[in-house]
């Protein structure tokens, strides 16, 4: 199995920049794909990104289309969202996932592995 920790959340204000990491330890990273999900409070966790073990597969949600980027460092067993022009709707916990497959997906319950997310808040 692979471990997962996102690091990088904070507080900033709307139209600044961020970037989150994700640090994979266990089995090798590049076996897998890596997602990132969001959840604000009372709402449902929010499929934001996911890349395949090479960059070729690229999927995004509409609410961050444009603004954010998915990237990983297999050599660096590490994964990154660039989240650029941020606003306050983008306020939530951000979670690092990782699944094996062929195929793209993006819904939480397709991937098997967490961390343990990191607090993004964004100020008017």
């Known amino acids: 199995q692979v471990q997962l920790a996102e690091s990088g959340g904070g507080l900033v204000q709307a139209g600044d920049s961020l970037r989150l990491s994700c640090a994979a330890s266990?089995?090798?990273?590049?076996?897998?794909?890596m997602g990132w999900f969001r959840q604000a409070p009372g709402k449902e966790r929010e499929f934001v990104a996911t890349?395949?073990?090479?960059?070729?597969?690229?999927t995004y949600g509409d609410s961050v289309k444009g603004r954010f980027t998915i990237s990983r460092d297999n050599a660096q067993n590490t994964g990154y969202l660039q989240m650029n022009s941020l606003l306050p709707e983008d306020t939530a916990v951000y979670y690092c996932?990782?699944?094996?497959?062929?195929?793209?997906?993006?819904?939480?319950?397709?991937?098997?592995?967490w961390g343990q997310g990191t607090q993004v808040t964004v100020s008017s």
């Open positions: 996932a990782a699944r094996s497959g062929i195929y793209t997906a993006s819904r939480p319950r397709d991937f098997r592995y």
């Open positions: 266990g089995r090798t990273f590049s076996d897998y794909w």
């Open positions: 890349i395949n073990w090479s960059g070729s597969s690229i």
